[in-house]
């Protein structure tokens, strides 16, 4: 529609001055073309009343009360959640004691009579297991009186070849790998927990990485490792609280051994006496040199005999045991960022370096030359899917089924998938040619039997929190509840508070 | 350990106790609110295991009618005139059927009076012809509109030898008959399931109404685990240290409590929980002000009340988790230092000032 | 900026009070004003002609008639036709004569005027009934069936009872069909024997049943290509053969299938697949071997169809088997010692443990202090000596 006025008689119109016209603001807000009579009108009263000018469209019948929050005088300290998320209570007092129950001994471990009952694990041993942090926030040691774990085929197996590895015969200073997997709740950590109670009755030296993926989410510090390799990269401050946490779990077996050799990068502060626990002290006091300190203790515990002149008061080095808890954070490319902000892949963090390497057969010598147990496990629960990851595992477990990797039916990673080569390459390791070094195996945590059920349900009841008749029918109902005794899932049922009765 | 009074049980097996002389712990509302937390909480007490229950089934052995249960709206006291006669051949030793009062001739069964009256025995009705001529002394029917005792003895010492031999030969023939027809069946039937064994229903009755409670935003899965943290939390916390003046409902001793949570949480819940609210009406004492009548609850609402007054409670707590708070807020009640305890009085308090309320609000 | 507004508005208001303006020209047009030029004037319709301006009509003879009028008049006899031929000479002459075609057509004039006078014609416009507002006087045009009769005479039965009639009728056809005639079909079967092994390929065509379909023409081939390997292709060739064939090869069966709609007729599709194959075959033995490139099968989508173990299957034997390991079961359940009931754990405890049971501990702490005053009390004794 066109206007009926031109443009240019639009503009011809001249504003009229401001001073002619009445002030805007005087003239109540009525029609804007009605000007004689509206002036001279009263000027209509405010009205008086609090709640201002009526409402319309809003409901004057009564209001519902909403509920102000609470206004709390300032949010918790820094951390104190944090520490309320990683509390790891191991007693309660309130818990029936347990009539009957073992300790882990050296003895007991290889007991076959003992399969299906919990035995608990030995009171002192707890700070070395706290040192360890063996333990986890959310697996339920809080509601028993003390902590205790369930000897099922596994830990028997395990007791077995810890034992078989430190005591003298054809298996002593054995060296073994295994990957541990297993669904969700199969009791994969406690298996761990279970190898490090067993490794400090045995006086060994226990290694662990609990979490993983502490190490490569960009939470510590890093650095290029030196000039030469600047692909490769120090965590100082990880490295640092490793060596403190070996310190705290195996000072008595680390202040019986003493320097055997030479440590040009620490020359100064090592001599002839030193202990080993002193050399690692020195990391942890100073972060930076944390990681030729962790080095220098690894070549010591590694050592066979002592370098010339410092075989005064050299001892057999005890096997070690190494764990590591969630193994497929460290399989992809981690948070940190290089100098030319590439990310940078786990691998290539020195500290993960190394304990992977450590599957891979030595060459000469084993990995652990004076025997050990390499125990890494995945994780169910918070886990990255990597599919370069899930072929290695099964290209281990095909591996150890006797099958060549020229196979036609030997797994092999989908050309089109883009898997990680160097994951893959990881745990490609081939025979070892040594003789005392064992094939990198895979085991499996299943559900345990219904027998081992039945015990460790039977301990529930027995520390008063189960008020159940634990029947043949009844355990045989919940195994089969747990997904065929998946531990995690029989442990939920055990505490779940459903009735008074 | 004493053995406990379980008010229920008490009630039906053991009439000496229904005297009104029992004595309760806990004088007036208490008694009601205990009587009605037995049903689930001390039943279900420490103590519950050592005692064997008395079930109906065990007292036909007797076959004394005193031992027989009561159903509940049958009154163990006779009527008011049979009464006052029971009491007037005692005082007068009068026995020669000629009544005391007039008021007592209305009571007068009128049996006795046949007995007495001879020309009224040939015209008194059939029936009662029968009745004296079988002279066994009971009718082969019954006039009860209650359930009578057949029913709950399977079958009744009343009846006479004949019916009973002919009703268990039919009952024999029924079930042989349904044990032909369900030939298929390969195993025996299963008994009928407690509640709780329907996954709609697993949880207790309390359990649930707190969780849901809990619950925010429809966010159930995370009120069940708020719950499982209270419920860890009053199984690890130590036990409580009871306040004299603030007890909570008996059940089993205070050191026993952490042993069964959701026991305890129960007992704490309908502890503090309110027998009344307190409506405020307007229009009955005219002039427009209103006025605070109060209104009984029933379990359930008592229960959410309770539940309610815990949370509001536990807002003022300086915890950072919400389960924590509440979680320590059920401590502090168990505990008597709870400002639940302080709302519970104040409306009871103002309950009872409201009572005269009452009549207005009636009319 | 409102009180700008207004101030315009008050403006343009006193313009338009003075009075309607005469606009000299269209404001808002550039261009001349042009106009289309106008129809053509309408010829006026040529007056029909008066009776006296006729022109006058041919000399009657029979060989003026048309065919078909010379015809008849053929078959006429004689007589007939001398009086057939004087009515026409007077009807002619009657024409020609001027006066008397006047006053014929005076005649006709008349007698039109006559019928326009007793017959008036009227154009009465028939005013359609006003509907409601309810409208419940409307005919109901969901009433009206089809086929419906008008009216029926009783004399047959009504076209609805026809129309069932013709169904039976059919169905019955049909039934004989089946009886008579479907039988004889055996005699053209044939028995089934597999394709021989030199046909490896498969041809699937589409019928629409007589129907004209745009897919008529569609030809699909499947080959599986094992059937390839010994005789045409090397195990080798076959790889590349399946690398050439991509995403038309399913892994799962073995089978390629590909499809052709490019030409009007089958016969020419089919001939373009089957030299597809050849020209694809004769590639993978001469061409690029492609064996630095693995074979891609990330178009194929494996379906996993769960199925229960084998081992779960309710054989009779596992049954035995079932039910000695439940037996066993049993047996041992009633040979265990004791069976642990979490109950009588707890009330146990509660009648030992002190700690548990406030009576316990009650009487502990007087059995100390009964021991404690004797103690004293033979202290006192003793201090008393």
Sequence with gaps: ?501 | ?363 | MASAARYLGRSALSMARRGPMAIPYRSFSATTPSFVSEDPPVPPAPREPRPDELPAMAEYSPDLLSKEERSMYDMLAPEEREQFDAENHRMVEEFNDPQKRAAAFAELEKSVNQIDKEYPMRFEDIRDRRVGFWGDEEDDEFAYVEDADEEFNDDDITSMAHAELEVHREIREYARIAAWDMPLLSHLAKPFTLPPQTHILRFRYTTYMGESHPAENKVVLELSTQDLTPKYLSEAQRQTFLKLVGPRYNPDTDIVRMSCEKFTTRAQNKRYLVDIVDSLVKEAKEGDAFADIPLDLRHHKPKTKLQFPDSWKLTAERKKHIEARRAERQRLEKERAGIIDGKTVIADAARILPALNPALKAKATEEREKVAVRVTGKAQKKRLR
Excluded at chain 1, 199 to 213: G, I, L, N, S
Excluded at chain 2, 169 to 179: D, F, G, K, L, P
Excluded at chain 2, 225 to 236: N, P, V, Y
């Design chain 1, 1 to 501: 529609m066109v206007s009926s006025f031109c443009w240019g008689c639009l503009t011809r119109l001249r504003p009229t001055p401001r001073a002619v016209l009445p002030p805007p603001v005087a003239a109540p807000r009525a029609a804007a073309f009605h000007t004689s009579t509206v002036r001279y009108a009263l000027p209509t009263k405010k009205k008086n009343s609090l709640d201002g000018p009526p409402k319309y469209r809003q409901a004057k019948s009564a209001r519902m009360k909403k509920k102000k929050p609470v206004e709390r005088a300032r949010p918790p300290p820094v951390g104190e959640r944090k520490a309320l998320r990683k509390r790891i209570v191991l007693s309660n007092p309130n818990a029936l004691e347990v009539e009957g129950m073992q300790d882990f001994t050296s003895e007991n471990m290889v007991d076959a009579r003992l399969r299906g009952s919990v035995l608990g694990l030995p009171v002192p041993m707890l700070t070395q297991l706290r040192a360890v942090e063996a333990f986890k926030p959310k697996q339920g040691w809080s509601i028993f009186r003390r902590p205790g774990t369930v000897v099922r085929r596994e830990t028997l197996e395990l007791g077995r070849l810890i034992d078989s590895i430190s005591n003298e015969g054809q298996d002593k200073g054995k060296s073994v790998k295994k990957i541990v997997t297993g669904v969700r709740g199969s009791g994969k950590t406690v298996h761990l927990l279970q190898a490090m109670a067993m490794a400090f009755t045995k006086q060994w030296v226990v290694f662990t990485v609990p979490e993983p993926q502490d190490l490569v989410i960009a939470h510590t510090g890093y650095a290029p490792l030196s000039d030469e390799t600047p692909n490769l990269y120090v965590q100082n401050e990880a490295t640092a609280t490793l060596l403190s946490r070996t310190v705290a779990a195996n000072e008595q077996v680390l202040k019986s051994l003493h320097v055997s050799r030479e440590h040009p990068a620490l020359k100064s502060s090592v001599k002839a006496g030193t202990t080993l626990e002193e050399l690692a002290k020195l990391g942890i006091q100073d972060p930076a040199i944390a990681w030729v300190v962790f080095q220098a203790l690894w070549t010591e515990l590694t050592a066979t005999s002592p370098a010339s002149g410092f075989d005064k008061n050299f001892k057999p080095r005890p096997p070690m045991l190494v764990t590591v808890d969630g193994l497929s954070h460290w399989m992809k490319n981690s948070e940190y960022r290089s100098a030319e902000f590439e990310p940078i892949h786990a691998h290539d963090l020195v500290f993960v370096r190394h304990f992977l390497e450590l599957l891979k057969p030595g060459t000469g010598k084993p990995t652990l030359p004076n025997g050990g147990l390499l125990l890494y496990s995945t994780s169910a629960s918070n886990n990255p899917t990597i599919y370069s990851f899930e072929v290695a595992l099964k290209q281990i477990a095909a591996r150890q089924a006797g099958l060549n990797a020229s196979a036609p039916e030997f797994p092999q990673a989908d050309p089109y998938s883009g898997a990680d080569k160097r994951v893959i390459d990881a745990f490609d390791s081939s025979k070892p040619t040594v003789a005392k070094e064992g094939i990198l195996e895979l085991q499996t945590l299943g559900g345990l039997t219904r027998d081992e059920a039945r015990g460790f349900m039977e301990y529930f009841a027995r520390s008063g929190l189960l008020r159940e008749k634990i029947s043949d029918e009844w355990v045989g109902e919940k195994w089969s509840l747990a997904g065929g005794g998946v531990i995690g899932e029989l442990e939920k049922l055990g505490r779940r508070l459903r009735v008074t009765d």
């Design chain 2, 1 to 363: 350990m004493p053995p406990r009074l379980n008010l229920f049980n008490a009630r039906t097996a053991v009439p000496v106790f229904r005297q009104p002389s029992v004595k309760v712990s806990r004088p007036s509302i208490a008694t009601i609110n205990s009587a009605r937390s037995t049903r689930h909480g001390l039943k279900t007490g420490l103590t519950s295991s050592t005692r064997m229950q008395q079930r109906w089934s065990s007292s036909t052995s007797g076959g004394d009618n005193s031992e027989r249960p009561k159903a509940p709206a049958e009154d163990s006291l006779p009527h008011v005139s049979e009464e006052a006669a029971e009491i007037s051949k005692i005082m007068d030793k009068k026995c020669d059927g000629t009544p005391a009062s007039p008021e007592l001739e209305q009571g007068t069964p009128i049996s006795e009076i046949l007995q007495r009256d001879k020309e009224a025995q040939k015209h008194m009705p059939k029936v009662m012809q029968d009745q004296i001529k079988s002279s066994t002394g009971t009718r082969s029917f019954s006039t009860f509109t209650r359930r009578s005792q057949a029913e709950l003895h399977g079958q009744g010492k009343s009846f006479d030898e004949q019916t009973a031999a002919v009703m268990a030969s039919m009952i024999s023939q029924v079930n042989q008959q349904a044990e032909e027809l369900h030939d298929g069946i390969k195993f025996d039937p299963v008994e009928t399931l407690p509640k709780t064994e329907n996954f709609r229903t697993r949880y207790d009755s309390l359990l649930e109404q707190f969780t849901k409670l809990l619950m925010t935003d429809g966010k159930l899965s995370r009120a069940q685990k708020d719950m499982a943290f209270i419920l860890d939390h009053l199984r690890t916390a130590s036990p409580p240290q009871p306040n004299p003046k603030r007890p909570l409902l008996p059940g089993p001793p205070a050191p026993q409590l952490p042993l069964n949570p959701v026991l305890y949480l129960t007992l704490i819940v309908d502890s503090v929980a309110p027998l009344i609210k307190i409506r405020q009406q307007k229009g009955i004492a005219g002039g427009g002000a209103s006025v605070q009548i109060p209104v009984p609850l029933a379990l359930r609402q008592r229960r959410r009340t309770a539940i309610k007054w815990i949370i509001d409670a536990s807002d003022k707590r300086r915890d950072s988790k919400f389960a924590q708070r509440v979680a320590n807020e059920l401590v502090s009640v168990a505990e008597g230092r709870s400002g639940v305890w302080d709302r519970r009085e104040q409306q009871h308090k103002l309950g009872i000032a409201g009572r005269s309320n009452l009549a207005g609000a009636r009319r």
